[in-house]
């Protein structure tokens, strides 16, 4: 069965609080690629280290730039 991305949008992205949540980890992106931590096309994903549902923010000592594999690596009990 194909994955029908437009009814994905319609159900969970368009959602207002989805559409903050991306709105946050945009600005979170910005914030360091402003310092010329993070580049465009570079690998680098911006981590939240104390996560943003767990109260974490977008204040700088939160933020740290991670590779792809390292940013994804931690859901599986992996430390890469």
């Given at each position: 069965?194909?994955?029908?991305?437009?009814?994905?949008?319609?159900t969970?992205?368009?959602?207002?609080?989805?559409?903050?949540n991306?709105?946050?980890?945009n600005?979170?992106?910005?914030?360091?690629?402003?310092?010329?931590?993070?580049?465009?096309?570079?690998?680098?994903?911006?981590?939240?280290?104390?996560?943003m549902?767990n109260?974490?923010?977008?204040?700088?000592?939160?933020?740290r730039?991670?590779s792809?594999k390292?940013?994804?690596?931690?859901?599986?009990g992996k430390?890469?």
């Amino acid at each position: 069965m194909a994955r029908d991305y437009r009814k994905e949008y319609d159900t969970y992205h368009a959602k207002p609080e989805q559409k903050k949540n991306r709105a946050k980890r945009n600005a979170a992106r910005a914030t360091l690629a402003k310092e010329g931590v993070v580049h465009k096309g570079d690998g680098k994903e911006v981590d939240h280290k104390v996560a943003m549902r767990n109260g974490g923010g977008n204040g700088r000592s939160n933020l740290r730039p991670l590779s792809l594999k390292a940013n994804r690596a931690w859901r599986k009990g992996k430390k890469s």
